[in-house]
């Protein structure tokens, strides 16, 4: 499935996601390394804001966020329990999920964090003994004791993270995954997110950990090109993922070729073609006379520099010139995008926000080509 821009690839995949379809993404970053990044931005976001429950309860998803996989929450029951039949792991895996939900619950509502994280004396916490006074009326004695095992077991998690933060920004980031990954895919990634983040902080000296981590969130959002170490960012073969959705941009698509391909959104959107009735992403709907901002400005500057007699600035003409150049840009990609397919392809597109979108004129014209030769 080819796809225009990044934003509706992620949302293809998350489509097929839920319908628990077989698929692999080839957009902007991996979905490994997107999961990486945004693991640690979540820690870090709360690193830089400690007396936030809600983030605080967040970095408590990320520290248990393998129990989220079926495998990993299995192997998790059986290291508990040495032995245990299907039924006993079953039950057991939903009695830790169950848990891990109450403790999330019970961060996010934490009235005052530094009570639960450093109490003022050491082995009594007026917080964790009002959590056990109500959990034990509710949940029973022997839940109640997991649930306070758990906030202790994550209080120290948490502290060796607080302590982290003396360490300049890429020795930070190295202990953090020290403590969330164990693959070693996921340990060389945050090696090298530690090495931009540090090249990132050393020009930007006034930056602190807000700055940083809204840099890591950018990878995790997919708004960034970043290459990590999976097979999907070094390399990708179509032969060797047969039977499977592969979900691209179609600039991505260039030089791979697949048995059958989808197209989408080939409209007069997203592939204009200079008629009147063509919307461009560039031109926002609020701007007067539909202007080109950016190009505009361009040719403002290059006019107030301009030397020569005849080169004024005439408003407009950026726009049509851009329009122009984006045309012929779209118009290459989409043949590029057609030409991928070796036996079937399938076109589709959609009427847009505003519902005046339409097959773009390429596409009409190959209809009408195929229709004439029928």
């Known amino acids: 499935m080819l796809v225009p821009r990044n ?19 080839l957009i902007n970053s991996s979905n490994t390394t997107r999961m990486a990044a945004g693991a640690l ?24 966020r393998d129990w989220r996989d079926e495998e990993s929450l299995r192997a998790a029951v059986l290291a508990a329990r040495q032995s245990a039949d299907e039924e006993e792991i079953v039950a057991s895996g939903e009695a830790l999920l169950a848990m891990t939900k109450k403790v999330t619950e019970l961060l996010r509502k934490a009235g005052k964090v530094e009570e639960y ?21 509710l949940s029973g004695p022997e839940a109640t004791d997991e649930i306070l095992l758990e906030l202790l077991a994550f209080r ?10 003396l360490l300049p920004i890429d020795q930070m980031i190295l202990t953090l995954a020290q403590e969330l990954f164990s693959e070693p895919a996921d340990l060389a990634l945050a090696h090298k997110l530690a090495l931009v983040l540090r090249q990132t902080a050393e020009g930007h000296p006034d930056w602190r950990l807000p700055e940083l981590t809204a840099e890591l969130g ?89 030397t ?7 408003e407009g003409a950026a726009s049509l010139a851009a329009r122009v150049d984006y045309t012929r840009e779209r118009l290459r990609l ?41």
């Open 156 to 165: 120290e998690v948490v502290r060796r993270w607080q302590g982290a933060t």
């Open 218 to 306: 950018v990878i995790a959002k997919n708004e960034r090109r970043f290459i990590g170490f999976s097979e999907n960012d070094s390399g990708f073969d179509p032969e060797k993922h047969r039977g499977k959705v592969v979900v691209t941009t179609m600039h991505k698509a260039k030089g791979l070729e697949w048995d059958r391909v989808y197209l989408m959104s080939v409209n007069n959107y997203d592939f204009p073609s200079l008629q009147p009735f063509d919307r461009y992403i560039s031109e926002k709907w609020f701007v007067r006379g539909g202007l080109n901002l950016e190009a505009e400005a361009l040719a403002q500057l290059r006019a107030a520099f301009a």
């Open 117 to 137: 994280l450093f109490p003022a004396l050491e082995n009594t916490s007026e917080w964790l003994a009002g959590v056990g006074e109500s959990e034990l009326a």
């Open 7 to 25: 934003a509706r690839g992620v949302e293809v995949v998350e489509a097929l996601k839920k319908r628990n379809i077989d698929y692999i993404e």
């Open 41 to 64: 931005a979540n820690v870090l976001n709360y690193l830089s804001d400690p007396s936030s429950p809600s983030k605080l309860a967040k970095a408590y998803q990320v520290w248990r």
């Open 334 to 374: 989409l043949y590029v995008a057609i030409t991928r397919a070796k036996r079937d392809l399938i076109l589709t597109w959609n009427s847009g926000r505003q519902g005046d979108a339409q097959p773009c004129i390429p596409v009409q014209a190959l209809a009408g080509w195929l229709e004439s030769h029928q």
């Open 308 to 314: 020569g007699e005849y080169d004024w600035y005439e």
